[in-house]
Every structure is written in C-alpha cells, then in structure tokens.
C-alpha cells in the first residue's frame, strides 16, 4: 500500500497530497482496508480551513438504458468526509 496523509497548507489555502496542491474536482483514492482497497473518488472540499476536505463519487445504474453519449442512468452522489489520517493517493 503507497499513499500518503492530505495536509493542509501553512496558509490554509489548499490541501496538499505528497507535497503536490490538489485541485478540487481531482481524481484521487483512499484508502479503506485490505477487502475494499482503494476507493476513487474526486477531492471536494469548501475552502473552509475549519472544515475537512470529502471524497465524492457519482453513481450509476449499469444496467439500465444508456442514453445519447453512451451513459448508463445517473442514480446520485455518493460523499464521506477524509478523515485527518486517511491514507490518499493519486490514480496509477
């Protein structure tokens, strides 16, 4: 397992991952157990210091009729807030 903490900056300004700024809408993974694994998710946060970042997901149905683009119907969001010591990386 690689991965490393998200920390905030000095400035509270940004979270960083592996000392790299992360954007929100970037694609990243967490960390969950060695059943589960990685989770991918895109890194969502306020820009609130005083508020964790998230890690949040859109789900879809596969199964049901695609539409024009080719995509499977949108069921909704998924969200969970990155604790301070979830273990993060960015996609291989």
């Given at each position: ?78 969200e969970a807030t990155l604790p301070e010591r979830a273990v993060c990386?960015?996609?291989?």
């Open positions: 397992m690689r991965g490393a903490r998200i920390t905030l900056d000095r400035e509270g300004a940004r979270y960083r991952l592996a000392g790299r700024a992360l954007e929100v809408g970037e694609v990243i993974e967490v960390y969950t157990n060695t059943a589960n694994g990685w989770v991918r998710g895109r890194f969502e946060w306020s820009g609130d210091p005083s508020q964790r970042p998230r890690i949040a997901m859109n789900l879809w149905d596969p199964n049901g009729q695609r539409d024009e683009d080719g995509l499977p119907p949108w069921v909704g969001d998924l990386r960015r996609p291989v």
